[in-house]
């Protein structure tokens, strides 16, 4: 899939209207036909690829006759069709020392790059002269008045105080070639990105190697002589998305393929079929923190303008859900793409191509509200946008750091690295890494790990399966508990209760108790919740005492004894008293979900079994507690 931004030529359209001649007393440079013929050549030859050749041959020509604008119109044209604006400006603006009456087309081009160069002053100063001439073309005329309107009203979006210093990525990564589409990893340390060697795009995998001071780049194994471009690696690492174009299982001009990680390799990509695919186009993947929502941009019908960004999820294992389209928070009547979905599951930057942005393709930045809907969609305005191209922007798990694609003055995609202002960043995350194994044999398990926010939702924000060495990759926000709980066929349901932890990485081992061995054993639910000094349970409770109404159905013989239990606050009486009301509360939960009660007993213990000191706030709370014993299995 061809993913290069698109030079707008509409700037030099105008290069080619008859002049206003007989406006002032500049006569037009009369040069000998063999140059007017060797000009012709050098334009030739640059549309046939040989820019630099035509360059050298048009500076020639220059050199001998400065005044010949012709000359230095058709060079200008060519170097910013080779992304070198500045040079295009300074050949116009030559152009207009030499003529300031008869190159009003010359003025129009001028202001139009001014705006490509993020110059709006000066572009707006540029319609204002030519508009001040009064030119008898009208088309000319409606065209300048036309921009001047349009960028007045963005002033707005060009105002800013910010300030950005775009970082180049090394000659490691950033190579003669095309590269775009950076994504960090969950771990902050490593990333994927795309390369193109002429129309040749392959995924690689890039990771700092702190001691040698450089980027360790590996080729994913399935890329092939066919296209493999805009990518979504998911959150477990364990399966890949990736956008290609000329692939014949295609079904529409861009599709979607998926490629699993098994035993360490790349299975070979396959295409996800019409539940994701049409006729039309279809790429530019990502995923959701959950790792079971997928979003990515496409032209299917049904949308609101021409490529919109869409999403699926996560129905049971292969099955997903019909696309549904994000809305018009996020998308327009233009080209909404390349979508990403921070870590932190509540920020979207994407890119839109539309006639309010600055110009081509800008950024902007969706936030979710409280309602967990998209709020509309913020252009996020100069620096970041200019009055060309943006590429793709992506924020690492700190949600400061940012890397955009920018093409560069010799014409390419570069791979860019900034902070971005405080006001465009995502919350701050922490990387997470589970490792879980047999608490008997310390054998990785592949078990199944949720998590969700406590306080905020009830909804599970992660979930993802163990790779075969039993470990998990997730990230948290840092100001923000949340309830974990882990699962695996034949063992014991595990909970834990993570308070939030400024630190930028935690690790946790998780051991495990088979179900063959827990008579006797005693699980401490730690994410059951209720309204204080009350045995009312609170909805956060649902995640866990589901999680444990699973490990009940999958475990017909296992019953099981719930106890609750209180901190020494308030008198014997009462805390004996709401530590059985608290456990009765969940042995209904259960009985009501359809769990026989001959399977189920309740019992409360008050404040006589205390875990920790009573004396402190932290202890009082692990003191506070539901738990189940495992009575027979």
Known sequence: MVYLFRIALVFFLTLNITLCLGQG?????????????????????????????AISMIEDMIDKYPTWTAARKELSKIYYELGQKQKAVDQL????????????????????????????ERALACYDALLKKNPSDKALTDRATASKIALEKKRDLWKSNDVIQLQPFDSDINTPNHEFLGRWMLDGQTMVFTRRVFTQEDIFFASFDSTAGLWRIEEFTFNSPQNEGAHALSPDGNYLIFSSDNRQD??????????FKQNGQWSSPSNMGPAFNNAAWDGQPCFGLDGLTLFYASARPGGMGGRDIWYVYQ????????????????????????????????????????????GGYDLYIA???????????????????????????????????????????DAKNDLFEFELPEKF?????????VTITDQGTAQPIRARIELFEIGESDTIRFSQWADND???????????????????????????????????????????????????????????????????????SDPELNKLLWTLRKNTAMNIEIR??????????????????????VYQYLLGRGIDAGRLSYKGFGETQPVADNNTPEGRKQNRRTEFKVIAN
């Open 93 to 120: 603006e030559a152009i207009l020392a030499i003529d300031t009456t008869s190159q009003l087309p010359e003025l129009y081009s001028l202001g139009r790059i001014y705006e490509g160069i993020s110059e709006p």
């Open 470 to 540: 039993g470990k998990i990759s997730a990230v948290t926000r840092r100001n923000v508990s949340y309830g974990l709980m882990v699962s695996a066929d034949g063992y014991i349901m595990y909970s834990a209760n993570l308070e939030p932890d400024t630190s930028s990485r935690r690790e946790l081992d998780i051991k495990m108790i088979p179900i063959a061995n827990a008579q006797e054993k005693v699980i401490v639910l730690q994410n059951i919740f209720f309204e204080t000094g009350s045995a009312e349970l609170l909805p956060t």
């Open 25 to 53: 007393d500049y006569v037009p440079t009369k040069v000998p036909a063999k140059f007017e013929k060797e000009l012709a050549e050098a334009v030739l030859m640059a549309n046939g690829g040989q820019a630099e050749t």
């Open 564 to 585: 609750g239990h209180t901190d020494n606050e308030g008198d014997d009486k009462s805390n004996q008293v709401l530590s059985e009301a608290r456990a009765k509360a």
């Open 250 to 259: 295609g079904l529409g001009s861009s599709d979607l393929y998926l490629s």
């Open 315 to 358: 129905l049971s294992a292969g099955k997903w859900s019909n696309p549904i389209n994000a809305g018009p928070a996020i998308n327009s009547a233009g080209d909404d793409e390349s979508p990403f979905v921070h870590y932190d599951g509540q920020t979207m930057y994407f890119m839109r191509n539309s006639k309010e942005g600055l």
């Open 367 to 409: 936030r979710r509200g409280i309602d967990g809907k998209w709020q509309k969609a913020e252009n996020m305005g100069s620096p970041i946008n200019t009055g060309a191209d943006e590429g793709a922007l992506t924020v690492h798990p700190n949600g400061m750091t940012a890397i955009i694609t920018r093409m560069t003055e």
């Open 425 to 433: 960043r995502s919350a701050p995350l922490q990387a997470l890494t």
